[in-house]
């Protein structure tokens, strides 16, 4: 559904994206994820046509977004950063007006505009001025302006941002909803939400991709060697000595770092399980075991460890190999 | 066509739903008003004492010539208020990322700004036919060089758009396209006075460059096609520098 190859856009000697390649299947949901500079926004505004690349293709919906631009930006809908409201303007004349110049049948405007309005609950406010509405709602007209021509792909800059955690969680289960019809491409650099809304994720950083996956396959492949947190009801130096002497234990700390409390971290050798092993030792010397659980990564370790240049974890890095797209 | 009309009327329909509107219209019928009432007493006490010795006065040449002269220059000062808004807003509040993500073409949507802001103008032109109303209601003006009045206004107001358009396009702040129209199209104005002074080579082009200058024979009631062409190229010129600007921001971002 979209396609981009090889994107580069510089302004002057900056170079804002770098070389991007990635694709998006139809009906999924991309995240696009990475600190604020790294090219989202740049990237989002070529891909809908409101700035041409340096260098590179893209195209939506099979169509090329430099030598077909009407025919593109027809299937695509585009939520800015800040949303594009005329604050003189009523909510309903203002989707209306879109409507328009999005090209959807004057016999189904009227329709559309309350559809959309109702989808994203913003038909309480229908004869509100744009310019007095709250944070939360005009980020929500926005969203009902990118959807008002029903198209087949919608790229989304930061859709939830400065709404309150009832309306994030609401857009999310919007966004979910519109897949499958719709092809959805959103940025933000709130991970939890890629986690929550996303299948697929790319991290870009500096202009460049530096990973493409599923949320899951990120954080487990990045996981590396694993971290296991144990916790027993003794403790001591005796008790972090036993649990080294455990096969394929590579390191014990403290869970506490200030004091020993009978939490620990144990840190295993690589692509190993060591938990029947560990849980067996702590048992048989008699002490309690009250917890034992992996300490997962979180996709904000991930994106430090993607987005940190010195990654210490080269290694660790290398299995998550991204599947860069096809050239 | 359908999207410059949608763009047009959405740029007629934030003039009024602001105050601007009003108060520009407003402004512009201050001037005009004193203008008219000045000229008319004028016109009024000459006529009693020529009529004394049985001469003849001609609203059109005495009145109306001379307040629409006038106009011209109220409406030099009034225009830039109309066009400094026009890209530079839609800039600076990010709504031109909605115009320029549509399926319109940057011609539609220069055009639907071009019409809209001259639908403004011609809704102040349209009030003060009230006044010519009255010159009509109590007098016997002729009608034709009124209409060739107010084609020359049409055509004048649409060139002072077409410039101001350019250079509402190349900021994002309004008050910095504002002051520069103005002092650009007291350039336009200013430049017709050099034309006594300034020589046998220099003068008649200096005089050929002053917006307000082409108007004079329109003024008169007379069209000529000398001025019609001038000001249809300054228009298409204005427009065409302007899709030039718009297409320039998009490749620097």
Redesign the interface.
Known sequence: MIEVQHLT?R?GRVTAVDDVSFRVERGEILGFLGPNGAGKT?TM?IL?????ASEGRATVAGYDVFAQP??A??R?G?L???P??????TVR?YLD??A????VPPGERRTRVETVMKRTHVDDMATRHCGKLSKGYRQRVGLA?ALIHNPDVLILDEPTAGLDPKQIIETRGLIRGLAGDHTIVLSTHILPEVAQTCQRVVIINKGRVVAVDTPDNLTARLRGAETLYVHVDTKGPHVLAALQKVPGVARVAPADQRADSGAYEVESERDRDIRRDLAREIVTRGWGLLELRPMRMSLEEVFLQVTTEEVDAAAAAAPAQTEVPHA | MRNVLAIAEKELRSYFASPMAYVIIGFFLLPFGVFFYLYLSMFVRNSMQMAQFGGAQNVNQQVIRYVLQNASVIILFIMPMITMRTYAEEKRSGTIELLLTSPVTDVEIILGKFFGALGLYCAMLLVTLLYMGILFRYGNPEWRPLVAAYLGLLLMGASFISIGLLISSTTNNQIVAGVVTFVVFLLFWIVGWFADTAGPTLGPITSFLSITEHFDDFSKGVIDTKHVIYYLSLITFGLFLTAKSVDTERWRG
Do not use: A, C
């Open positions: 856009k302004y740049t505004r809908t046509g409101y700035m041409p009407v025919e930006k027809r695509t585009y800015p950063e800040t594009p409201l005329y604050p003189d303007m004349e007006f879109v328009r110049i999005k090209d302006q």
